[in-house]
């Protein structure tokens, strides 16, 4: 019986590393860890003979045994690479044996099966049994083919079950990670479902698409007609037969699930062909456009590139630089996001242009694809949506996922609570901590019925068929989401929905309303509509984001020399508290070429540098650049003296808390920068570098890479992705204009 072999400091991982199939998966696996010498003795067993030579010769084993009892003597850890329906027959000869305390693992695609036959001829499953699947492989197979990198940058999912020793559980985890595998733990059901649909289904409709077509035209004649869709969509019909045939035999039940799904969906499609329902297949062709543009996305960023490989994005933000020339920065998120709302709620078609391509708008496309919405593109800023009406939405096939964006989560909330389906809002890390009270209390007023996380944070579930009625609401705080989501709920509501506000805001969804002809009266500080009008189709076109340009108007100001001219920004008075205050600062800055576009107050912008001191903020600006205060905190660090901000604790719960996030920042720069309970005080100094962290917040990552232009060594910004989210192409546009900052790792 063999002792557990404990890794002592210096030494192997592993004592005697079995390995029983070198066919290319096996082979990688033992050459892997034997070219990193993590093994003291890597051993191979196959049936063939001729492979075992190979595999000693190639130096993919040390040596191999005759017997699988001989190769399994005093393992410690034994890793099973047969085909997936030869191990039924190989576990029940290993349960024949005595395998001391080696681990067990395998690489079979489907795991049910694997477990299935583990608890048959072991009596219940080993908990040193660590069931185990690479997703990796290659057009070549059999031993000749082992390469050690093969499981690079792939991923490994691991499926242990509820009593799988963590011990053992840890060192397959290790064996897999140092051969450069992405390694995931997955339960064994969800592992079997996801592989089916993904890789299984895909296969089984290659498959039978060449064979359909070949079987009815014999001599083949019509492939000389075929281009390249058609070599892309079967070149996996050109992989091993009879490794599928078992795959399909030992996931039966997944595929069986995911095919039938699959089977109604084509059937619709046909029914949709057959009826001429251009629409329907629209729908279907525009959101699978998107969910592979998506995947596509995740492929190239997150799987393959080095620098996505963690999922820290760091900006290297060097020092100097100056601005000069003309920008065009992407259109207004807030604008962007109402577009698709209003625009899906309408009769007829709107044309939207100059759209914010983000994942923050996006995920509001999405959400009205999810709900059976056409919607077209965007395409170089160009939207098409196919409106339904107030009453067309349809039931998502799921959760509705929005990302990191609250607007969307905010407002969707207000328009679903009086649909007829539930839903479901779920979004990411930093969403999932903001408050939703703010919009669930109201709306529960209004009769809604509105289901929460503790402390009202998401996931919302939102529940149909409620009858809303109008109602008068007094804001607490200053919040154009909480006000636009009570006005889309009263589109729906009995009677009169009103909304007061302690300060102005944001009046977007107020101005989009009136021009997709709904009726909306404004008197004062309160809002209000009525149910029982319609929304009817128009253009929109959406300006530059004020709150993307603010970044190039305190980059422009703070560094010497610089002259930029910000084209077709909206200058919509409910957003301009960055431009009245930068000027209180001293900033040089005059719009030009002032205009209505739409509906929206647009200009160009130019910005020369100034010297800026420090000011009291005036409070009544603050929710007029609600978005604006991480940039204006690094103009207030480069500013002669004291800046004071009071009355913004709305700051603290944005993407981030950005009052402390960027008071952490500012101080690891060498800046005095004191948070206060509703905003900050900083002193103006000299600025040094050094890493700091946006907190996935993409305002933060952008103001830090500004601050650079002003700092005495380089700023590295941790995780930035998500100035994806509103700005995607703030490096290029940065770079262009003069500021020296790139993601690390790119040029
Ligand atoms: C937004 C309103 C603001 C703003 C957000 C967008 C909108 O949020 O911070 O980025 O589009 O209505 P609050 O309403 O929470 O202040």
């Known amino acids: ?10 030494e192997p991982l592993v004592g005697r590393l079995v390995v029983i199939g070198l066919g290319l998966i096996g ?8 070219e990193l010498k993590l093994c003291r003795e890597v051993v191979g067993f196959d049936l063939d003979a001729r492979s075992r030579e190979l595999a000693v010769e190639l130096g993919v084993v040390d040596s191999c045994a005759e017997t699988l009892e001989q190769a399994c003597a005093g393992a410690d850890v034994i890793q099973l690479a047969v085909p997936i329906l030869a191990m039924e027959k190989l576990l029940a000869q290993l349960a024949a044996l005595d395998l001391g305390d080696a681990v067990l693992t395998d690489v079979g695609s489907a795991k049910g099966n694997v477990v299935r036959c583990a608890r048959e001829v072991f009596g219940s499953m080993p908990g040193r049994f660590v069931p185990g699947h690479p997703i990796a492989g290659s057009e070549q197979s059999g031993v000749t083919a082992a390469q050690g990198s093969l499981f690079r940058r792939h991923k490994v999912i691991l499926t242990p079950l509820a009593d799988t020793d963590p011990t053992a559980l840890a060192l397959v985890h290790r064996l897999w990670s140092a051969l450069g595998a992405d390694v995931e733990h997955m339960g064994v059901r969800h592992h079997d479902e996801v592989l089916a649909a993904t890789s299984h289904l895909p296969h089984l409709l290659a498959f039978g698409l060449v ?21 892309d969509f079967t070149r996996i019909a050109g992989s091993d037969p009879v490794m599928w045939h078992d795959i399909f035999l030992a996931n039966r039940e997944a595929v069986l699930h995911t095919l039938d799904d699959f089977r109604s969906d084509l059937d619709a499609l046909r029914a949709a062909v057959d009826e001429g329902d251009g629409h329907k297949l629209l729908g279907v062709f525009t959101r699978a456009r998107a969910a592979r543009e998506h995947f596509s996305k995740i492929l190239a960023r997150r799987a393959y590139v080095d620098v996505m490989h963690s999922n820290d994005l760091i900006f290297l933000a060097n020092p100097g630089g100056s601005l000069a020339g003309r920008l065009r920065v992407p259109g207004d998120k807030s604008i962007s996001h109402r577009s698709i709302m209003l625009g899906s709620l309408a009769e007829g078609t709107t044309e939207v242009e100059g759209f914010l391509e983000g994942e923050d708008a996006l995920a509001t496309i999405q959400a009205f694809r999810d709900m059976g919405v056409v919607i077209e593109g965007p395409q170089q800023g160009r939207v098409t949506v ?14 509705i996922y929005l990302g990191n964006s609250g607007t969307s989560m905010r407002l969707l909330a207000g328009l679903l609570a009086a649909q007829p389906f539930d839903t479901t809002l779920t979004g990411d890390a930093s969403l999932s901590k903001r408050p939703m009270n703010r919009v669930a209390k109201p709306l529960r007023e209004m009769g809604a019925v509105i289901e929460t996380e503790a402390d009202g944070r998401p996931p919302l579930t939102i529940r149909g068929g409620q009858r809303l009625s109008g109602m008068h609401y007094e804001m607490p705080m200053a919040s154009a989401q909480v006000k636009s989501c009570l006005l889309l709920a009263g589109l729906y509501a009995a009677d009169q929905t009103s909304v007061t506000e302690p300060a102005p805001t944001r009046d977007h969804t107020e101005r989009m309303l009136r021009g997709f002809g709904y009726p909306v009266d404004v008197q004062g500080s309160t809002a209000r509509v009525e149910s029982g009008h ?3 189709a128009t253009r929109i076109e959406v300006p530059a984001d004020i709150s993307s340009a603010a970044f190039f108007m305190v980059a422009a100001s703070i560094a010497p020399g610089s002259e930029v001219l910000l084209e077709h920004v909206g200058i919509n008075p409910t957003r301009t508290g960055v431009i009245d205050i930068l000027k209180l600062m001293g900033a040089d800055i005059t719009l030009e070429n002032q205009r209505e ?22 409070e009544e600006l603050v929710p007029l650049a609600i978005d604006e205060f991480p940039v204006l905190f690094v103009a207030a660090a480069c500013a002669q003296g004291r800046t004071t901000l009071r009355g913004a604790e709305e700051l603290r719960v944005k993407e981030s808390d950005r009052i402390q996030v960027m008071a952490d920042g500012l101080q690891t720069l060498g800046v005095q920068a004191q948070p206060t309970p509703d905003g900050i005080v900083i002193e103006g100094g000299p600025m040094g ?35 994806a989210t509103s700005f995607p192409n703030f ?10 900052v790139h993601a690390e790792g790119g040029s």
Do not use: Q, T
């Open 689 to 723: 570098g050094g890493e700091v962290w946006a907190h996935g917040d993409h305002r933060i990552a952008m103001s830090f890479s500004v601050a650079a232009l002003r700092a005495s060594a380089p700023i590295r910004i941790h995780d930035c992705a998500n100035v």
């Open 386 to 399: 196919h409106g339904v009406g107030l009453h067309g939405l349809k039931a998502p096939p799921g959760p």
């Open 1 to 10: 019986m063999s002792k557990a072999w404990a890794p002592v400091a210096g």
């Open 534 to 536: 319609k929304l009817r």
């Open 731 to 740: 490096l290029v546009l940065a770079e262009r204009a003069g500021m020296r």
């Open 597 to 618: 576009v739409g509906g929206e107050p647009v200009a160009d912008i130019r910005v020369r540098a100034a010297e800026l001191n420090g000011i009291d903020i005036p």
């Open 211 to 231: 064979d359909s077509l070949a079987k009815r035209h014999e001599n083949l004649e019509i492939f000389r007609y075929a281009a390249g869709g058609f070599r």
């Open 27 to 34: 082979g990688s696996f033992a050459k892997g860890l034997r």
